[in-house]
């Protein structure tokens, strides 16, 4: 452990401390001085991707529930408490973890243990207050079928993943969430909101050792809680794609949308980090390849972009882009091709190389600005791959070249292996359009 200390303070000002509990809680404890600030994560090592078919959204639904009582905390006691300390909580879910953050002075963060260690193992989950909640993710669901590129890349995410968890929304499915009953939830609380299942982080302006006394007292008693076998531990091996998928929706509004994805590799590879330049080649600001030639110089796209999505499993390299008035879909979809098989067949320049990584390196350090910026980098990395990795990111950028970029933009963004839909407009918009002009 003294080797990972060491070179965590050398990439990172903060003081990295490795512990775990009786009862498997994993604890990383980052000493950094400065501002009097503290932020307090907790990571479950569960997501989406854990849910069976029937359950689909109960990850984003329980992290919901997470703040509408347990046992010594009624509702909206959390909020009420962090307003009064003078503080921040929130909390996201994801495919592969589920994650809850408080952002508080160093004088009054051990508060946040107290929360956290009661609603691991005691969440309330009243069958009144789980109706109530579920009638407000039902409608969040709703408002996001009102979105075209949400609904688009949804179903463009399902083809690309027929058979891995993946392929489901992070929010579900109506119909699994209406059927869904409070015991099925407490069943899933049960198996996977476990210290043995969790990662703890406390970061910024604390002393290691009182922090490590703090955490003792209030998760040290809590029981490991069962390790129950789960039927989610299967997953099916995809296939490598055998050609070039497509489908097509219309929407009630002039907008011509593609979006098209490829199946890549997992979160924090070298890979990973070589496909973070490939998106910033293409569309990394004004100066990358497709804003400057489809967007400013042939003015066949209003906006464009890709996205570098990996995950514990695997992952998808994302394009989305619009069409500009008057352009015909082929005409973009031509020229967006072009630029991928360019990628494929040339060396990047050294100056294109170097502007993007600077870019990428500025962000990262810029993510590194807060205490809560460096729980969260931390955290992610403790739960989805290792937490050593989260500030190697900058030298794993500095570490791609030219040659990379091309191996990497031919062995993954090749024609065959994607999936590609267009939103285009329904034909009485099209009349509507018309009939306007007349």
């Not at 993710?137 to 083809?159: C, I, N």
């Not at 091309?406 to 009349?431: I, N, Q």
Request: neutral net charge; charged residues 30%.
């Amino acid at each position: 452990m003294r080797a990972a200390e060491k070179s965590a303070k050398r990439t990172l000002p903060a003081a990295i401390r490795e512990h775990k509990l009786a009862n498997g809680l994993e604890v990383l404890v980052a000493e950094r001085h400065g501002d009097p600030v503290v932020a307090v994560m907790v990571w479950y090592k569960v997501g989406s991707k854990n849910e069976r078919e029937f359950e689909a959204g109960v990850s984003h639904f329980l992290e919901h529930m997470m703040f509408k009582g347990s046992s010594r905390y009624a509702k909206g006691a959390i909020d009420r408490i962090t307003t009064e300390l003078g503080g921040q909580n929130n909390a996201f879910t994801s495919y592969d973890h589920t994650a809850y953050w408080f952002e508080l002075a160093s004088d009054r963060w051990e508060r946040a243990l107290e929360i956290e260690a009661d609603r691991m193992r005691t969440l309330t989950l009243d069958a009144a207050e789980y109706d109530a909640e579920r009638a407000v993710v039902l409608e969040e669901l709703a408002m996001g079928q009102d979105d075209p590129w949400r609904v688009l890349s949804e179903r463009v995410q399902a083809a690309a993943l027929p058979r891995h968890p993946y392929r489901r929304p992070i929010i579900g499915f109506p119909d699994a969430l209406s059927g869904l009953g409070v015991e099925a939830m407490r069943d899933y609380y049960r198996r996977f909101y476990r210290p043995a299942n969790a990662t703890l982080i406390v970061c910024g302006d604390v002393d290691t050792a009182h922090a490590l006394t703090t955490i003792e007292k209030h998760f040290g008693s809590l029981p490991a809680g069962e390790n129950v076998p789960t039927p989610e531990t299967f997953r099916p091996t995809e296939a490598e794609p055998r050609g070039e998928q497509r489908l097509s929706l219309s929407w009630d509004d002039q907008g011509k949308r593609v979006c098209m994805a490829w199946p890549t590799t997992r979160f924090a590879s070298d890979d990973d980090a070589t496909l973070d330049v490939v998106s910033s080649v293409l569309s990394g600001g004004r100066l990358s390849r497709l804003h400057r030639r489809l967007v400013l110089d042939r003015a066949l796209a209003t906006t464009i972009s890709t996205s570098n999505d990996t995950r514990i499993e695997g992952g998808l390299f994302w394009l989305f882009a619009e069409c500009a008035q008057d352009v015909k879909p082929e005409k973009l979809e031509r020229a967006i091709d072009a630029e991928l098989a360019r990628l494929g067949d040339e060396l990047v320049t050294a100056k294109e190389l170097t502007r993007v990584k600077r870019m990428l390196e500025a962000a990262e350090a810029y993510d590194h600005e807060t205490v809560t910026d460096i729980a969260e980098d931390l955290g992610e990395h403790a739960t989805d791959s290792n937490w050593r990795l989260a500030f190697d990111a900058i030298e794993r950028i500095k570490a791609v070249d030219a040659k990379r970029v091309r191996d990497v933009a031919r062995r993954f963004l090749r024609p065959e292996r994607r999936t590609v839909g267009w939103c285009l407009p329904k034909a009485s918009a099209g009349r509507k359009k018309s009939a306007r002009r007349r």
